[in-house]
């Protein structure tokens, strides 16, 4: 529920005004929202998240840095189809129908599921904090580009890929951040709850598309379309949030290590020799 309202804030911001009674009070209630579940979730002797192991530097840097990729690899999956769709009346539009936008975007979805086993190798090799960085650093590259929306349609496309390719390196590596940061016994709650941090990554960008290309609009035969600003925005803002990510990861303390402990065999007291 309160993600729901910040969340309608945010996407909603424009349309109904960002100093609104009703926007300004959708803010406060999933403030307080969280606040009274932290209380909660602190308080309890059976959490539903132990916010204790969650607020560990290692977990929670992870889990902010896991928002903050959602944002910047989910912008060129929304965002893509829609710019190669868009009149080329608009400055930036191809004009394809929905069916061949979705051909010419096939290289995204195959760069993912390539690159998801090299993200694990990496962090077999390198560690996961590496494969963070140069997955975060990837989408910073890819993203940017994107925002230089004149180009031809070939550089549109790789530079969507190159920022799938980052996702996918990302992606990868945060579970395992995640896993090597808690005890064996929260390991299911925190991998949760990172899969959370990312789901809100991926529903704040939406809001946030949302909120960019209603401010700035065209009009190209009777019809409204974002403009090329508001999309430049766009992808300038995700490119901004992987290099937040970047510098968060690399700021991250390694995870500490929670040995297993072997319970001792009982010592008999006055046995022979």
Known sequence: MALTCLLLAISKGNEWGWSSALVLGLIAGAVAMLLLWGAYELRTTAPLVDLRVSA????????????????AMFTGFLVGSQLLQAPPETGYGYGMSLVTAGLVLLPIGAAMGLFSPVSARISRRFGPRTTLILGACVLVLGNLGASLLHGPLSLVVL???ISSIGGALAYGA???LIMRSVPETETAAANALNSLARSIGTSSCSAIVVALTTGSLVRVAGATYPSINAYSWVFVVAGGAALVAALIAAATPGPARYESVTPRMPVAVGGSR
């Open 56 to 71: 560990r530097p290692t977990v929670l840097l992870t889990n902010i840095a896991s928002v903050l990729v959602g944002i």
């Open 159 to 161: 530079n969507l890929t």
């Open 174 to 176: 945060l579970p395992q």
